[in-house]
């Protein structure tokens, strides 16, 4: 079945820890996404990539890193910059880049508990 | 800045009843106005999209209607079930950048 793969679902990490999500696709996406979602607050953009060996900060990028070395991967780095890391992230792809009709895919996110 | 706003924030419908959610954008280059739905511990999908040539969309029970003169667009649930208890995000696009600008969201709960 093709779709989005995040792991972990859930993670708890101490302050001063950084941590990595995983994100993974199989639909050949050539677009992908990281949104941060909050209680009220909708789904606010973090990075996203467009290519391979190439992606750019979202509205909220600070205290985020972002790697894009193989088409099917997308992890996201939560540094211990991020002064509120407790969140629902979600991964997203589309296809194709550059006519992006804004039709998104999204894995099923990760919960990120600091403890 | 929020370009995209939705309402209400939260809704109860009793089952069987029509739930409308409403969305109102500024920036008149969108030309792409997609719904998600969201339930519980998922991510987001697809539920419709409408662009503006056209001032409704159908599909199934759930109708885009949209307005270009007043920026504004809606979803409407007809004969809603308790199985459409989820949250619901409108989103646009369009211009040069077409980076997807999103509602707040709607939680709409729908009661047996």
């Known amino acids: 079945d093709g779709g989005i793969t995040q792991s972990p679902k859930y993670l708890f990490r101490k302050e001063g820890q950084n941590v990595t999500l995983s994100c993974e696709q199989n639909l050949n996406h050539d677009a992908m996404y990281w949104y941060r979602q909050d209680p009220g607050q909708g789904l606010r953009l973090i990075y996203y990539s467009q290519i391979v060996n190439d992606f750019q900060k979202g509205d909220i990028a600070e205290g985020y890193s972002v790697s894009r070395e193989k088409k099917e991967s997308f992890p996201l780095t939560v540094t211990s910059a991020q002064k509120n890391p407790t969140a629902f992230y979600l991964c997203?792809?589309?296809?194709?880049?550059?006519?992006?009709?804004?039709?998104?895919?999204f894995g099923e996110g990760s919960r990120l508990t600091v403890l | 800045q929020q370009q995209v706003k939705q309402s209400p924030q939260s809704l109860i419908v009793q089952k069987g009843g029509i739930s409308i959610i409403n969305c109102a954008y500024e920036?008149?280059?969108?030309?792409?106005f997609p719904w998600y739905q969201q339930f519980p511990g998922k991510g987001p999908a697809l539920l419709i999209a409408i662009r503006p040539d056209v001032s409704e969309k159908k599909e199934g029970r759930f109708t885009i209607s949209f307005n270009k003169s007043a920026k504004q667009f809606s979803l409407h649930i007809m004969d809603s079930q308790p199985g459409d208890s989820a949250t619901y995000f409108c989103a646009a696009s369009g211009g040069n950048n077409r980076k997807l600008i999103w509602g707040l969201g709607t939680s709409l709960a729908v009661n047996p």
């Open positions: 997203a792809s589309s296809y194709p880049t550059g006519s992006n009709t804004g039709e998104l895919f």
């Open positions: 920036n008149t280059a969108f030309d792409y």
